[in-house]
């Protein structure tokens, strides 16, 4: 199975920039030769991407969990795959090459990188493990694709307010549209964060039974998810609306990527398996 492990790896970031042609092209024309095709060619692209990591789950006998590299093929899985539930579930198609763009960046990436490792430390062999990092990287991009359409309708609003009406304001949905799948994308992100949180606690004590409370990727995983279920229920019960939630948005992102680097690179956590 290795032979088509190696095939399907070179295979999909090709796919992912196939996509991202056919989305730019539809964008910059602003027509819908593609509106139907371009949405299959990803949801295709998607099921590509899932049989690649289910193969190397069963070659490998481990989730791809187990370096840096497998990290970001699944990452490059969940924001293609994140961004097709959206599309589908808004029918709004025009956005597309900016968040595709991000799935070909960590393929690639793990494409050149991504190491076959058969010998893993036990615990990386748990499939419930992997669920759990899996719905956590889901959650991720969930909050990376709010954040795209935040910066998306600053970028608009700030064109009309200079009553500059070119590409953007041609081609990118209204700013209701936009902080619409904004607000949709973070709520993906969080209920696939508060599914990845309660896997964890059901593995986390039966795989360290010595664990504390205080640790930092617990920390800060718990503020990410308290931030954007504050911003959520603003939005749902308050009716906040426009740029206060694009700015909650945002805010929320950066927080969780620097809280990521930051437990990852400097703090010592259970979670540092390799």
């Known amino acids: 199975m290795k032979p088509l492990i190696a095939v399907v790896n070179i295979l999909l970031p090709i ?20 509106s139907n095709s371009k949405r299959l060619f990803l949801f295709f692209a998607v099921i590509f991407h899932f049989f690649y990591l289910l193969i190397r789950t069963i070659e490998f006998n481990h989730p791809p969990i187990t370096n840096v590299f497998e990290i970001f093929t699944v990452l490059a899985f969940a924001v293609s795959f994140s961004y097709f539930i959206l599309e589908l579930a808004t029918d709004i198609r025009g956005t597309g090459p900016f968040i595709i763009v991000i799935s070909i960046l960590f393929q690639f990436i793990s494409t050149i990188f991504i190491e076959d490792l058969v010998e893993v430390r036990e615990v990386l062999r748990s499939n419930l493990l992997g669920s759990h990092v899996l719905t956590a990287l889901l959650g991720y991009a969930g909050f990376t694709i709010s954040a795209v359409y935040g910066i998306l309708y600053l970028i608009l609003f700030k ?13 990118l949905p209204s700013l209701e549209i ?9 709520v993906i992100g ?4 508060t599914i990845a949180m309660t896997i964890g606690t059901i593995w986390l004590p039966t795989a360290f039974p010595d664990f504390s409370l205080a640790d930092p990727k617990l920390i800060s995983s718990f503020v990410v998810w308290i931030l954007y279920g504050i911003g959520i229920a603003s939005k ?10 694009i700015t909650l948005s945002i805010i929320g992102f950066i927080i969780a990527i620097f809280s990521t680097m930051l437990t990852n690179f400097l703090a010592q956590s259970f979670h540092s398996f390799y």
């Open 190 to 193: 969080f209920a696939a964060l």
């Open 178 to 186: 936009l902080e619409k799948l904004s607000f949709y994308a973070a």
């Open 15 to 34: 796919l992912y920039v196939i996509a991202f042609i056919i989305y730019s092209y539809d964008f910059m024309k602003g027509g819908k030769k593609f």
């Open 236 to 245: 749902v019960f308050a009716n906040w609306q426009g740029k206060k939630v």
């Open 159 to 171: 064109e009309i307010k200079l009553n500059k009406f070119g590409l953007v304001f041609n081609r």
